[in-house]
């Protein structure tokens, strides 16, 4: 650093200024320094920056690979959250053991990283207490169903599906299906799949419409069975919700088998990514999972907390509701509209 001082012909504390960002400091000597640095080639020791600040600007981003979940969505989040923490000059180390308890704690004691971003997160999840004892700040990718003392962000599942549920009603679908997460997930009483289901079943019983809900697991032949089975106990079903992502090509493939066109026989709408939703024929009505922005204010409140600004607060993301062309008025409507 003094190297670089001297080259610039400025102070060794105006370069860690500029390098830090603590300090305003005038453009000109800014691009002094800048041009300095990469002159020399200057890079910052990272073990002597941490003795230095406390800090080793480091994030751990904690998703456990469980059964039932989907590993490209998890990636997403994971790259939202790695793309934004170099922003505020932090790397991210990534966690994807199931520890549970003992993982935050063996992290937190290592002093490897500085702060958490937790995912996977159960309604009445073990970790969630020990998250309030820790010295170190962490923001929660996901709801408990006790949010006292925490930060945590998540899409408003719950609004997600009353908007699934209120578009098919709207166009005269009055026997609605969801077919949701693998049973693992639901077993594990994950939050944001327990909100998607009281958000449809709060939205069925006030719309007066029929609402049927099961888990379906991620496999072709278990597509096939879960959705034959459904459509002969329940003929006269015509809207379908998916809370997911990894059915959605088997689905399709299995409606034609059964001889439902979508979306004249069968209005099909997902809760899943915009591209998600583009990239089948036809393309989805859907409520947008929006990853990026999730992961984006996610670090950006961990980053405030440890700045010293950061408050504990619950951030529902809106969700917005997106139609195409796999949802249309429902068979029997059409019908009476060609009468009339």
Known sequence: MADVARHAGVAASTVSYVLSGKRSISSETR???????????YRPNASARALA????????????????????VLMQFATAVVTTARRFDH???????DEGRSGLERVSQSAL??????????????????????????????????TDGLTCIDLDFFAAAEQCVDHLTDLGHH????????????ARQTGFAHRTLAGFRAATERRGVVG???????????VLGTVGELLEAHPGITGLVVQNEPIIG????????????????MSLM?????????????????VTLPTEEIGQQAVEALIGKLEGSGTSTVTLVPARLTARASTCAAPETQSDRTTA
């Open 31 to 41: 691009d002094r320094v800048q041009e300095a640095v990469q002159a020399l080639g």
């Open 53 to 72: 600040s406390n800090r080793s600007n480091v994030l751990a981003l904690v998703i456990p690979l469980r059964a039932g979940m989907h590993v490209p």
């Open 91 to 97: 790397d991210v180390l990534l966690l994807t053991a």
């Open 113 to 146: 990283v500085d702060a958490l971003v937790v995912m996977d997160v159960e309604l009445h999840d073990e970790r969630v207490p020990l998250l309030r004892e820790l010295p170190m700040p962490s923001v929660l990718i996901g709801i408990p169903a006790d």
């Open 175 to 186: 026997s609605i299906a969801l077919l949701g997460t693998p049973s693992a997930v639901y």
């Open 212 to 222: 049927i809900e099961t888990p379906c697991e991620p496999a072709f032949d278990a």
């Open 250 to 265: 088997p689905l399709l493939d299995v409606l034609r088998r059964l001889g439902r066109r979508v979306p004249e026989d």
């Open 270 to 286: 997902a809760i899943c990514a915009d591209d998600v939703a583009e990239r089948h024929v036809p393309q989805l009505s859907s």
